[in-house]
């Protein structure tokens, strides 16, 4: 290979690498949380009538019931407040140290902190609602 050839390709390396995400941070968007969060680890207890504090977390209806609205347990505190995780409550409750109840998901093991942080970063950046994939 030539050098000008080699510089070329390492380029064109370099300039594929920058436009790739940091390893390990999933674009953040409110359909993968969906996907692969709520919808496998929460629906089987917020859904439906029965919803724990008419909290539901499928895919109908779990982006009204969370961002902008009051926590039933902590009514001081929004579920999710746009731009602030620390300030939401949903956060409160995955980290487990809300002051009311236990760490969610109630069975079953803490999210991972990929997941958290996944949920952080949405929040932080707007809590931004995106429509499923092929809707
Ligand atoms: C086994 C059933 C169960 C599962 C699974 C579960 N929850 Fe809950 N959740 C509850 C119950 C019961 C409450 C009310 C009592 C408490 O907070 O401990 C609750 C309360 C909450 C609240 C507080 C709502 C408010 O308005 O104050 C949030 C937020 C929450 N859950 C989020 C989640 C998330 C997110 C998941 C999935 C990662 C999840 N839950 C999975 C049963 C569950």
Known sequence: MSASVKTLALAGLASALFF?????????????????????????CHSGLFAPHRLRLDERNSYRSLVGMQSAEVPAVQRVKSGDPDASYLIHKIEGHASEGVRMPASGPALSRQDIALIRRWIAGGAQFNEPAGK
């Open 20 to 44: 790739l995400p940091p390893a390990g941070a999933a674009e953040a968007d409110f359909q993968r949380i969906q996907n692969t969060i709520f919808t496998p680890l929460c629906v089987s």
